[in-house]
């Protein structure tokens, strides 16, 4: 337990090296503390924040900045949250139109980039479950047909099919009013069902197409999007905390490319009831131990199916990144649980 002046000074530490950058010394806490402390004992209480992990002293200052365990207790127990003015929540909104799953996904990492000034990350929503709403057959050449998905939240799937035979139109027709009748309104893993115990009510060569649809689709579905949409990578480079370690930058940036880490991480962040924080080494991938990821769940009519967040320097305003990440996930929430 740390006593009151204490947590004041690290407090103070904390929110002046997030503002300015720079180590902080016991002039500059002495002057915006409050505290009515001399130099010397400023310096005994930040000597015991230092034993005790909190604050450290980088060698070429005689200043302090916190570590991870610092920014912990202060995110934990010290922190204010700025709430967010309802017009900039209005203006955001705006830019998340419920036209479809693929470009809101889209639109909620773009603006976690650009309100932060930080990489925005969405896992992007599980795909299974999710009923068809048309299907439709485009002949484009010979042995060459289109399969056109149209699923039940407004997600479009294409899949050119390479044929044995040519089909004439009315089989196409066939086909395709066969699939609309059957399929429209359940998922495709119970569409396969349907199909499978049907197809012997249909000619060979139909039945074979239809076969080849079913499968393409089940493909389009499981290589739906990237598991997770990046935006903004490139602010990172510009964050001196993070931009002066060239090998460091590196590893970062393959994390994001590799994205494997970045999933893991998030799928973490779905297993809580709202934002969650992962400072430095908490979250578990070497690279971002001098980042801070900052992740909240997003639902699909009640039931979650995805994380986002914003990756950045521990160096972050968390007072208000906090708010900027969990009003998007709303925003993301309610524009996917309004589609079709």
Known sequence: MLTERAQLLLKTLVERYIAEGQPVGSRTLSKFSGLELSPASIRNVMADLEDLGLITSPHTSAGRIPTSLGY??????????????????REWQGLMQPDNPTRAVAAASNLLSQLTEFAGVVMTPKRRG??????????????????????GDGD????????????????LNEATQFLNEHCTGRTLEQVRDVVYQDLRSLQGDIAQLMNAAVQAGSQAMAEDSQPVVISGESNLLRIDDLSSNVERLRQLFRVFEEKTALLQLLDNGQRAAGVQIFIGHEAGISPLDECSV???????????????????????????????VDITARLLSSALSHQG
């Open 130 to 151: 999710i009923p068809l709403a048309q299907v439709e057959f485009v002949r484009l050449a010979e042995k060459r047909l289109l399969l056109i998905l149209v699923t």
């Open 294 to 324: 900052v992740t909240a769940p997003y639902k699909v009519n009640g039931e979650i199916v995805g994380t986002l967040g914003v990756v950045g320097p521990t160096r972050m305003a968390y007072e208000r990144v906090i708010p900027i």
């Open 156 to 171: 479009v799937q294409n899949r050119i099919l390479i044929t044995e035979r040519d089909y004439s139109a009315s089989e």
């Open 72 to 89: 912990r207790l202060f995110v934990d127990t010290m922190l204010t949250i700025k709430p967010l003015e309802q017009l900039e929540i």
